[in-house]
């Protein structure tokens, strides 16, 4: 390659070449079951919030070669340094001497450029961050200095709306007067597709997962292309149901629901408040979960159903069935994540 040549393909500098890769990497839509079952999944991002998310760590590590190493003139080059940046970060100390960044932060850092440069989980040299806690997770828990500014009287209405229905803040802000839907409207829905023969779209998936998991709800808000780009039915609960459904009948069927929701409002935390109620009036009593399964090693006979915490909540026994329903409802299909991420207080 002569010298022309080899400044044309550095004319990039390093953060668009960045930005190319990841919007080459980007699939919001795709199948990552599919892309799973082929093995074209790991080369692939499936979620645009994970994508803003892994972009932004990126960015971060591309300020700091620019401080650091500022001869290093592309990303091809720059990965020999990705264990440096993610170990001083690792390092780095607040006033009080507590670590800087938390053990969720450099996980995801990590990822980021895990994922950017197809470092697999194999790899030598693959960077391995600090073990997460629950305990170690700063957002969300307790006063923080944006509670300053977010009156909850004056949002009172808002702080139950989420705590009844757990949108996601984009989701939330998107809502109109048309996605709330009664159980009569959604088994309607339901036999008019089947009637024209459709073939199974994600909606039709979605009003069946949504009326077989949770038969005794009554109204659901729908969440059209969500996060994944999934679409969703979460049952509306709580003492406050009335009101919700109230304030999406009082809104016009194009017409949003919420107008405004302050930049302040702690949206994860309501999302948790809204899992752990939906867990509780689920969930079957730990004794009362039978029997079902043999150890194929021990031959004594376990509790499917019975899933048994990890970390600092080590021993903690929990519905599995329950855990599975609420995160559905969240919009995860995970009970890993529900179980280190919003259920509280069981």
Not at 88 to 98: A, I, V, Y
Not at 289 to 304: F, H, L, M, S, V
């Amino acid at each position: 390659m002569d010298r022309e040549q080899r400044n044309k393909k550095y004319r990039k500098n390093l953060y668009q070449q960045a930005y190319s890769r990841f919007q080459s990497m980007l699939a919001v839509g795709e199948s990552k079951r599919q892309g799973i079952k082929d093995g074209s999944a790991y080369g692939k991002i499936y979620s645009y919030s994970t994508y803003q998310a892994y972009w932004k760590s990126v960015k971060y590590y591309i300020a700091w070669l620019k401080e650091q190493h500022p001869e290093v003139r592309s990303m091809k080059k720059a990965r020999r340094y990705v264990n440096e940046w993610l170990q001083e970060r690792s390092d780095q100390l607040d006033p009080e001497g507590n670590p800087r960044y938390s053990a969720w932060t450099l996980s995801l850092d990590a990822a980021a450029l895990n994922k950017y440069y197809q470092v697999t989980p194999d790899d030598p040299e693959r960077y391995t961050p600090p073990q997460r806690h629950r305990y170690d997770i700063k957002r969300s828990r307790g006063p923080a200095e944006r509670d300053k500014h977010f009156s909850v009287r004056n949002n009172a209405e808002l702080i139950e709306f989420c705590r009844g229905t757990g949108a996601r803040r984009g989701a939330l802000q998107e809502l109109t007067g048309d996605d709330l839907w009664s159980r009569a409207r959604m088994e309607a829905a339901l036999e008019a597709f089947r009637a024209t023969g459709s073939q199974e779209t994600q909606q039709i998936v979605a009003l069946q997962d949504a009326l077989t998991s949770f038969p005794d709800q009554d109204y659901f808000v729908f969440f059209a292309r969500d996060k994944g780009g999934r679409s969703r039915y979460a049952p509306i609960i709580g003492r406050n149901k009335q009101q919700i459904v109230d304030r999406f009948r009082d809104t016009p069927r194009d017409g949003k629901v919420w107008q405004y929701v302050s930049s302040n409002a702690d949206i994860h935390s309501y999302r948790s408040d809204y899992a752990t109620a939906l867990y509780r009036s689920m969930a079957r009593d730990i004794k009362d979960i039978p029997y079902d399964r043999i150890n194929a090693g021990t031959g004594k006979r376990y509790r499917g159903d019975v899933y048994t915490c990890r970390g600092d909540e080590a021993g903690k026994k929990l519905d599995r069935r329950a855990m599975l329903l609420a995160s559905k409802a969240l919009g995860h299909n995970r009970i890993d994540v529900i179980a280190n991420n919003y259920l509280r207080g069981l």
